[in-house]
């Protein structure tokens, strides 16, 4: 199963042009380039789990969107090409809410 890495269009003007700023040990603040709009992404668990899990090749850097696997906390959370998500370490499907929207 093949995935990609995750992409976030920002809630106040749809850009995907979208970055983490901070440190998973820390919070999932992402922040708009486009617009300044800063926004935590939320996972929630949508039943089942997909097993062959493939990480994005070349794997997200450090600034790319993150969130967390609302299972097992990791923070390998990928789309997969039917635009859902899945967590690249224990495999649960996953879909993403955004949270603490505040407009840039
Ligand atoms: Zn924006
Ligand atoms: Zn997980």
């Known amino acids: 199963m093949k995935?990609?890495?995750?992409?976030?269009?920002?809630p106040e003007c749809g850009s995907r042009d979208v970055f983490?700023?901070?440190?998973?040990?820390c919070c999932y603040n992402n922040v708009c380039s486009t617009c300044g709009t800063t926004f935590?992404?939320?996972?929630?668990t949508t039943g089942g789990y997909l097993s062959g899990v493939i990480p994005p090749d070349p794997l997200p850097d450090s600034t790319d969107p993150t969130a967390e696997c609302a299972k097992c906390h990791s923070n390998a959370v990928y789309l997969l090409d039917d635009g859902?998500?899945?967590?690249?370490?224990?495999?649960?499907?996953?879909a993403m809410e955004l949270t603490e929207i505040a407009p840039g």
């Open 20 to 25: 983490y700023s901070c440190t998973p040990n």
């Open 40 to 44: 935590e992404p939320e996972t929630v």
């Open 84 to 94: 859902g998500l899945v967590c690249g370490k224990c495999g649960a499907k996953l």
């Open 3 to 10: 995935t990609r890495k995750l992409e976030i269009a920002c």
